[in-house]
């Protein structure tokens, strides 16, 4: 509780009505559920300010101990994303022509995805999610961060979401493995790459696979 090291404030988040509650709820997820992965990417600029809120959004997740173990990088240099580009390319090229099975290559069909990753060089941003599998204290001494995985997946929820509200779209691309990303950002030891996020417009005409989520049922087991 509250002392003198730990001060506590008093917090009186927003309430609703029942009716306001359903139509809020109901609202925000039709919002929610328009959010879609694009692939095909504008070059059109956006501007500093905006992927500077959207990112002080994501770290506004919860995180193990408060310890917000994560860093964003932000990158629009372009012959940095062109680099960044051609790393993950090699990588790629090597998982579709034989690391990923077969089973998995026909589970991306639907999406259309293959070895090529232009997207990193139109997009106007790239966004690195890296997670800190620790820190280090005032003292250079290493200091501990918890349930890592959980806070940046977190954070990187809140991030899409934020995007999304932007009017903006983005891609969780997952190349594999990631560790020459922290190299090419000359990333220090305690971190690892945890997601490599395009964001800008979708270029004009965007198509997306036609896909549905899960209903109530698939995804809800209840405990009456
Ligand atoms: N990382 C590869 C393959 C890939 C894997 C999954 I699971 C996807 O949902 C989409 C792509 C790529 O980015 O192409």
């Not at 609202?27 to 095909?40: C, E, G």
């Not at 004009?204 to 549905?212: A, G, I, R």
Request: aromatic share 10%; net charge negative.
């Amino acid at each position: 509780m509250s002392s003198k090291e730990h001060p506590y404030i008093k917090y009186s988040p927003e309430q609703f009505s029942e009716e306001e509650m359903k139509q809020k709820s109901e609202n925000f997820y039709q919002w929610a559920d328009k959010r879609r992965s694009v692939r095909d990417f504008s070059p059109k600029e956006v501007p500093l300010e905006v992927m500077e809120n959207i990112l002080m959004t994501a770290s506004t997740a919860p995180s193990g101990a408060h310890k917000q173990p994560w860093t964003f990088c932000l990158i629009s240099n372009t012959s940095l994303k062109s680099k960044l580009r051609e790393l993950a390319e090699a990588e790629e090229k090597k998982s579709y022509d034989g690391r990923m099975s077969d089973s998995w290559i026909k589970d991306l069909e639907p999406l259309g995805t293959n070895w090529e990753k232009e997207f990193i060089d139109i997009a106007p941003w790239i966004i690195v999610v890296m997670k800190k599998s620790y820190d280090f204290d005032e003292n250079g001494k290493k200091a501990n961060n918890y349930y890592v995985s959980e806070s940046v997946g977190i954070a990187a929820g809140f991030l899409l979401m934020a995007i999304h509200n932007a009017g903006l779209v983005a891609l969780t691309h997952t190349p594999s493995p990631m560790n020459f990303i922290s190299k090419a950002l000359n990333r220090p030891e305690n971190e690892r790459p945890y997601l490599l996020i395009p964001v800008g417009f979708p270029a004009e005409n965007t198509m997306v696979p036609d896909l549905s989520r899960k209903s109530k049922d698939d995804i809800i087991e209840y405990y009456p």
